[in-house]
């Protein structure tokens, strides 16, 4: 049975992320060890260092979805079912970083399809709250660890479908959020494939830094980042990092 990691990784006209997806595989050489293959298109492939054995895909992807007046490129996380050519998949955003061999002990579980269903802010202000913004529960699409199965393929083509029709799901959950969002996707698909059937989540919470706090450096081990003129140092702990300024740092 086959064991991998999954990113995706497009620039765009304001961010560099090939830069940040370097770092990213740095460390998921160092502690998870596992094979990579990076999906992504031909111009930023250009840009990327040479970085040992992996794995590329060149895909054009889907353009058109803005954050803000900024493109942002994450209209084709709903093929990753198609494209990962492991048995058991780790799909992450490339902004997470895995300062920890964690994630490796959820590959050998029986649960085909995991993520988290609860975030942890590091500023603790609780920026992620958004109970208020759609009647759906959130679930958080950075991390997802998935096998090859009928039901996992189900949920990926169940956000296919919604990512076709986004503006009658967020009528229908109420999403405030109206550009397409991967998070609120997959909360809606998991619901829906999985009818009254529990789902199963990564335990935990996903330890996030978000946007308003600036990284001031970065090392094998952890990071220290400044917010509300205090400077925090996270150790030893994975970490999805919103300050695309990482990639600079």
């Known amino acids: 049975m086959t064991q991998g990691v999954l990113l995706f990784c497009f620039n765009t006209d304001t961010c560099e992320y090939h830069k940040i997806a370097e770092r990213c595989v740095n460390l998921i050489q160092k502690n998870l060890k596992l094979e990579i293959t990076i999906v992504t298109n031909f111009e930023t492939y250009k840009k990327l260092k040479p970085l040992g054995m992996i794995n590329y895909k060149l895909f054009e992807n889907e353009t058109g979805n803005k954050r803000g007046q900024e493109q942002w490129h994450n209209l084709d996380r709903c093929h990753a079912y198609d494209l990962s050519p492991y048995d058991t998949t780790i799909l992450m955003d490339i902004d997470y970083f895995c300062f920890t061999d964690n994630l490796l002990q959820y590959l050998q579980v029986d649960e085909d399809f995991l993520l988290h269903d609860k975030i942890h802010d590091l500023t603790n202000k609780d920026v992620y709250n958004f109970r208020k913004n759609s009647i759906i529960p959130m679930l958080w699409a950075t991390v997802i ?3 090859k199965t009928n039901r996992a393929k189900s949920i990926f083509e169940t956000v296919k479908y ?6 009658h799901f967020c009528n229908l959950y109420r999403i405030d959020f109206r550009n397409f969002r991967n998070d609120y996707a997959f909360s809606i698909a ?4 999985n009818g009254h059937i ?3 989540f990564l335990p935990g919470k996903l330890p996030t830094l978000p946007g308003i706090a600036k990284v001031l450096e970065i090392n094998d081990t952890g990071i220290a980042f400044k917010y509300d003129d205090k400077i925090n140092y996270v150790e030893n702990q994975d970490v999805h990092i919103l300050d695309k300024e990482v990639a600079n740092v």
């Open 145 to 147: 660890i998935f096998k």
């Open 198 to 200: 529990q789902q199963k």
């Open 190 to 193: 998991v619901n829906q494939v």
């Open 162 to 167: 919604i990512k076709q029709h986004y503006q």
